[in-house]
């Protein structure tokens, strides 16, 4: 990986129509993100209010995606569908519905840290979930959002 790659950090973009209450807990954790994780190469994260999205590889509708380029020549971006959040409000509460959508965002930063180690590996979904248990765990307690 290239030491001074042009754009590092992590960024977000929320698309129109996205529940404010989610909106404002994303801009949230990727603030506390940016303080406890090197982000060496951009990433951004894009928002989407649709109840899933497409993974562009296998088709298969999912909650959140990472592309991952095949070198750190181009930056990779996650996006996140948020559109099942008042089912989920309805369902499991506030908390827990907000917990389930960051995440989603937290899996796929681990995938993105994987990458940086070999962009060619093959993803850990294990240590994705477990990392981003781990994470959204220590947000919760700094926090004291849920």
């Keep these: ?18 529940n404010p209450e989610v909106r404002t807990e994303f801009i949230l954790l990727v603030k506390w993100l ?13 928002l989407k209010p649709d109840y899933r999205i ?15 380029p095949y070198t750190h020549e181009e930056e990779p971006y996650i996006r996140v569908a948020t559109g099942d959040y008042d089912e989920l409000l309805n369902d499991i509460g506030r908390d827990k519905a907000l917990a389930s959508l960051l995440h989603s965002l937290a ?5 993105y840290k994987q990458w940086l180690k070999d962009p060619m590996c093959e993803f850990s979904e294990e240590e994705a979930n477990l990392k981003a248990d781990n994470l959204i765990d ?9």
């Design 107 to 111: 899996h796929e930063i681990i995938h």
């Design 1 to 18: 990986m290239e030491d001074n790659y042009p754009r590092t950090g992590l960024r977000i973009r929320v698309i129109k129509d996205i």
């Design 34 to 46: 940016r303080i406890q994780m090197d982000f060496p190469i951009r990433v951004v994260v894009y």
């Design 138 to 146: 220590e947000y919760a307690d700094i926090e004291e959002h849920f």
């Design 54 to 68: 497409k993974n562009k590889f296998t088709k298969e509708l999912v909650t959140a995606t990472f592309f991952a």
